[in-house]
């Protein structure tokens, strides 16, 4: 409803490329943009229940067929980048929990904070200048070299080349290096905590190695960070439009924000959709990994 409250819908996009106003016309009763708000609801939740996510108003395409592509362009460039995200920061998280109140601790957090502090689009425009403008060791933007991409035969056959591992490194770290900050905050402040408890207290007393007492500590101390790791996964679809704009990534966010502009409704609806199902699935799958992690927390059968 908020987007369709927007001035204006595909018309108007059309008409700057000269579309006569009895074209706007017949295009807007085709796909039914005369209707009501609530005419157009009804037929988008048809559509759902009958697993038809619609056509594309800008491409004359299936929904699906359109967005397909792009998801798992942006799931092979996040799910990676924010797990290597977050268990390094849960390392370091533990380090600077463990010795808390400690240089290693002060001069450790500078560094953490300071670029996580940058947004996503900043820090992706200082990697592209430095390691790709200046010193030229990285492609400027793309996924593939356009030689790459008409030599596949397969769908996939891009994604085991060389030139796609080269493209991919610069938005992977530079995901990585933004979003490093969250798990190792959360984890050192929930590591401080838990060395206060009683079995950490019985577990120094006992003698165990340091090595086994911080792992000890830090799979206790995981739960508020595996809590955390969904929701910053859904977070990172907003963060990814500029890493996926700056760096000509051809993801979901990139396309959602052209669906945006273009007033492509169908394709906007559907991708919401899909960031939801994945907040209520990734929550879900949280909330049966806490029993395996932590067995306080198990229900009793």
């Known amino acids: 409803m908020l987007f369709r409250l927007m001035p204006g819908d595909i018309t108007s996009i059309m008409t700057l490329g000269g579309a006569s106003e009895e074209a706007l016309n017949a295009f807007r009763e085709r796909w039914g943009l005369n ?5 157009q609801y009804w037929s988008f939740m048809i559509n759902m229940f009958t ?15 359109y967005v397909k592509t792009r998801i798992f362009n942006t799931f092979i460039l996040a799910a990676p980048a924010l797990t290597v995200a977050y268990i390094l920061g849960g390392i370091f998280g533990t380090i600077l929990g463990y ?30 200048i430095t390691l790709s403008s200046w010193l030229g060791i990285f492609p400027i933007s793309g996924m593939v070299s356009p030689e790459t991409m008409s030599n596949a035969s397969q769908w996939y056959d ?46 120094r007393m006992t003698g165990m190695p340091k090595m086994e007492r911080m792992a ?47 007033r492509d409704f169908p394709v906007v609806q559907f991708v919401f959709i899909v960031i939801a199902a994945f907040v209520i699935f990734a929550n879900f799958a949280v909330d049966i990994l806490y029993a395996r992690i932590d067995p306080r927390v198990a229900v009793d059968q």
């Open 51 to 65: 697993l038809d996510a619609g056509t594309s108003l800008q491409f004359q395409i299936p929904v699906w067929e």
């Open 35 to 39: 209707d009501p708000l609530y005419v």
């Open 99 to 128: 010795y808390n109140d400690s240089k290693i601790e002060e001069y450790g957090l500078i560094p953490i904070i300071g670029v996580g502090s940058f947004p996503e689009f900043f820090l992706s425009i200082v990697l592209l």
């Open 158 to 203: 891009i994604y085991l080349t060389k030139d796609f591992l080269w493209h991919y490194i610069l938005p992977f770290g530079t995901i990585v290096l933004r979003y490093l900050f969250i798990p190792s905050l959360i984890m050192r402040t929930s590591v401080v905590e838990t060395m206060g408890e009683d079995f950490s207290f019985y577990n």
């Open 216 to 262: 000890n500590i830090a799979k206790h101390a995981s739960l508020p960070v595996i809590t955390v790791y969904p929701a910053t996964m859904t977070r990172a679809i907003g963060g990814l439009v500029l890493v996926e704009t700056v760096f000509n990534w051809p993801g979901i966010g990139y396309a959602l924000v052209n669906s945006v502009l273009a």
